[in-house]
């Protein structure tokens, strides 16, 4: 029988760990305090019929006018369970006004039956059961493929291991567990911690319904509102209503260009084609950039010194705030740009990158949330009968595991059409991409937040998708900004050039590889 559920797999679990016990009446308090010789405290909000009166006014003039900061302070942990890593990518991880720390592929098997499963009628849902069963089972054989080419590498990095191989089991199934996981379908459950604002808890229901995910988000977002209810039945009040899937605003621009809200076609073709044209075969390309980014970080570090040019030129400035022998607080192990005076005059140098990752990669490459990006709607991007996989350098090697890869996603491509042909929702075909399917995109930031995110990706333990756009992008940023790129260097190299012992701050993960004697046109890794 179906479910009264739209999904038919277990149903999501969303707990209220952590938050705010009065987030109506604080919102307020700190509104009222605006204009108030005193602090105002919620208690004064909510002491009498007047004073509630007066409450329930401003909490609704606010809302309406749009001063929804206020809002902002009240702050909710959630613990969720049975969500999808496609929700996770498409909506919680999609902006930057969150934490998380979310259960890792990399270093956790999935189990069999981690996956999402629409509730669909029998024959549907009997094929996608049987795509999700496939993938599961390439997995494990993919990861037992790979083990003796990754053995192989391992030891060669480290050869004074072999005496104890034993020790080493679990890192080398851990290696090819990160690997395997490129066939595994998005629509994976993970679990994890999830801490937003009252702010954006609001916008998350409003835009509850919007692709990729509406069904979904729907109910794991109804779930966490319901939650603050428990605690708050006042702090959705003045709530408004979810846009219909419809009225959303990409929904609207590809309704109106032809599209409506089917899979991708030749249009995605010509776009994908024209997009990967454009990388001229990189992983990631520079497109754009601050043409004078090195003289105005220079300039602002004068400023904030009031120093003359004659006090201090641009290359003494520049090495003042990039080098590590210079800037004590690159060697922090807290991260200190954005409340250093001097860091912050990296903000004066921006880049952009076109850019096309893994599903699986760039939901790492999102996590930096200070280098944002405009991540595509899936089903536009999507081509049928043209499987379109990114292809880890381990598993290139190893032609058969290769081939139970291929093999696969292909079978995943047929099954998803012939579930939309079936009549079945895109959003709900879709948990069946595997997690080798290319995101398309461009990324944006200033260079505060990409030195931070650099130096770590830089590191030969980041995963290998991002850290081959990593050094791509060094090494294109030091085309154009030599003397800015001189100094984006892993955490090995920094800490070195610093004189911090040991110089590699990974302790037992280190990669094995002396990166701080390398220049970055020798980086290679295959593990």
Same mark, same amino acid.
Request: charged share 25%; aromatic share 8%.
């Given at each position: 029988?179906?479910?009264?559920?739209?999904?038919?797999?277990?149903?999501?679990? $969303? !707990?209220?760990?952590?938050?705010?016990?009065?987030?109506?009446?604080?919102?307020?308090?700190?509104?009222?305090?605006?204009?108030?010789?005193?602090?105002?405290?919620?208690?004064?909000?909510?002491?009498?019929?007047?004073?509630?009166?007066?409450?329930?006014?401003?909490?609704?003039?606010?809302? +309406?006018?749009?001063?929804?900061?206020?809002?902002?302070?009240?702050?909710?942990?959630?613990?969720?369970?049975?969500?999808?890593?496609?929700?996770?990518?498409? /909506?919680?991880?999609? @902006?930057?006004?969150?934490?998380?720390?979310?259960?890792?592929?990399?270093? $956790?098997?999935?189990?069999?039956?981690?996956?999402?499963?629409?509730?669909?009628?029998?024959?549907?849902?009997?094929?996608?059961?049987?795509?999700?069963?496939?993938?599961?089972?390439?997995?494990?054989?993919?990861?037992?493929?790979?083990?003796?080419?990754?053995?192989?590498?391992?030891? !060669?990095?480290?050869?004074?291991?072999? !005496?104890?191989?034993?020790?080493?089991?679990?890192?080398?199934?851990?290696?090819?567990?990160? /690997?395997?996981?490129?066939?595994?379908?998005?629509?994976?459950?993970?679990?994890?911690?999830?801490?937003?604002?009252?702010?954006?808890? @609001?916008?998350?229901?409003?835009?509850?319904?919007?692709?990729? $995910?509406?069904?979904?988000?729907?109910?794991?977002?109804?779930?966490?509102?319901?939650? $603050?209810?428990?605690?708050?039945?006042?702090?959705?009040?003045?709530?408004?209503?979810?846009?219909?899937?419809?009225?959303?605003?990409?929904?609207?621009?590809?309704?109106?260009?032809? !599209?409506?809200?089917?899979?991708?076609?030749?249009?995605?073709?010509?776009?994908?084609?024209?997009?990967?044209?454009?990388? +001229?075969?990189?992983?990631?390309?520079? /497109?754009?950039?601050?043409?004078?980014?090195?003289?105005?970080?220079?300039?602002?570090?004068?400023?904030?010194?009031?120093?003359?040019?004659?006090?201090?030129?641009?290359?003494?400035?520049?090495?003042?705030?990039?080098?590590?022998?210079?800037?004590?607080?690159?060697?922090?192990?807290?991260?200190?740009?954005?409340?250093?005076?001097?860091?912050?005059?990296?903000? @004066?140098?921006?880049?952009?990158?076109?850019?096309?990752?893994?599903?699986?990669?760039?939901?790492?490459?999102?996590?930096? &949330?200070?280098?944002?990006?405009? &991540?595509?709607?899936?089903?536009?991007?999507?081509?049928?009968?043209?499987?379109?996989?990114?292809?880890?350098?381990?598993?290139?090697?190893?032609?058969?595991?290769?081939? /139970?890869?291929?093999?696969?996603?292909?079978?995943?491509?047929?099954?998803?059409? &012939?579930?939309?042909?079936?009549?079945?929702?895109?959003?709900?075909?879709?948990?069946?991409?595997?997690?080798?399917?290319?995101?398309?995109?461009?990324?944006?930031?200033?260079?505060?937040?990409?030195?931070? *995110?650099?130096?770590?990706?830089?590191?030969?333990?980041?995963?290998?998708?991002?850290?081959?756009?990593?050094?791509?992008?060094?090494?294109?940023?030091?085309?154009? @900004?030599?003397?800015?790129?001189?100094?984006?260097?892993?955490?090995?190299?920094?800490?070195?050039?610093?004189?911090?012992?040991?110089?590699?701050?990974?302790?037992?993960?280190?990669?094995?590889?002396?990166?701080?004697? *390398?220049?970055?046109?020798?980086?290679?890794?295959?593990?």
């Amino acid at each position: 029988m179906q479910s009264s559920r739209p999904f038919s797999s277990a149903a999501p679990i $969303v !707990r209220l760990t952590n938050g705010f016990l009065e987030p109506f009446d604080n919102a307020v308090a700190t509104a009222r305090t605006c204009y108030s010789p005193r602090i105002v405290t919620p208690e004064d909000v909510r002491k009498d019929d007047r004073a509630r009166a007066v409450r329930d006014r401003i909490a609704r003039e606010t809302y +309406q006018a749009g001063h929804h900061t206020t809002l902002q302070h009240a702050t909710f942990q959630f613990s969720l369970e049975n969500v999808s890593r496609q929700l996770i990518w498409s /909506v919680l991880h999609a @902006h930057p006004f969150y934490n998380s720390e979310q259960v890792s592929q990399r270093y $956790v098997e999935v189990k069999p039956d981690r996956v999402i499963v629409p509730a669909l009628p029998e024959r549907q849902e009997a094929l996608y059961r049987g795509v999700v069963e496939s993938q599961m089972a390439a997995y494990a054989r993919i990861g037992a493929l790979l083990l003796p080419r990754a053995e192989a590498e391992f030891y !060669r990095l480290f050869p004074g291991r072999r !005496r104890s191989p034993e020790k080493w089991v679990g890192t080398l199934r851990k290696r090819c567990q990160e /690997v395997a996981r490129y066939v595994l379908p998005i629509g994976t459950f993970a679990h994890l911690y999830h801490t937003v604002s009252g702010l954006t808890l @609001h916008r998350y229901h409003r835009l509850s319904r919007a692709l990729d $995910v509406p069904t979904e988000a729907r109910e794991v977002i109804s779930a966490m509102v319901r939650e $603050v209810e428990t605690i708050d039945p006042l702090f959705f009040r003045n709530v408004e209503d979810p846009l219909p899937l419809e009225q959303t605003h990409e929904a609207r621009v590809l309704a109106e260009a032809g !599209r409506s809200l089917a899979l991708g076609g030749q249009e995605a073709r010509e776009h994908r084609a024209e997009f990967d044209a454009g990388l +001229q075969g990189r992983t990631s390309r520079l /497109v754009d950039w601050s043409a004078r980014g090195e003289a105005a970080i220079a300039q602002a570090v004068r400023n904030v010194l009031g120093l003359p040019r004659q006090a201090m030129d641009d290359g003494a400035a520049l090495e003042r705030v990039l080098s590590p022998r210079q800037n004590p607080y690159l060697s922090e192990a807290l991260q200190l740009g954005t409340q250093g005076k001097l860091m912050r005059a990296l903000v @004066h140098a921006s880049y952009t990158f076109q850019k096309k990752l893994s599903h699986a990669a760039d939901s790492q490459d999102q996590r930096h &949330r200070m280098t944002p990006a405009s &991540r595509p709607v899936l089903q536009a991007s999507f081509v049928p009968g043209e499987p379109d996989l990114i292809v880890p350098a381990l598993l290139a090697e190893v032609p058969e595991a290769l081939e /139970v890869f291929t093999r696969t996603s292909a079978e995943a491509w047929v099954a998803i059409e &012939r579930l939309v042909d079936a009549r079945v929702a895109p959003e709900l075909a879709l948990y069946l991409l595997p997690n080798a399917f290319p995101i398309r995109f461009l990324e944006s930031g200033e260079l505060l937040h990409f030195h931070h *995110k650099w130096v770590h990706r830089l590191c030969y333990t980041a995963q290998e998708e991002i850290w081959r756009a990593s050094v791509e992008e060094v090494g294109q940023v030091r085309a154009v @900004h030599p003397r800015i790129a001189e100094h984006l260097v892993p955490p090995c190299t920094l800490r070195k050039q610093a004189g911090v012992t040991p110089f590699c701050p990974e302790g037992p993960r280190y990669c094995g590889v002396p990166v701080w004697n *390398k220049e970055l046109r020798d980086y290679e890794r295959l593990l």
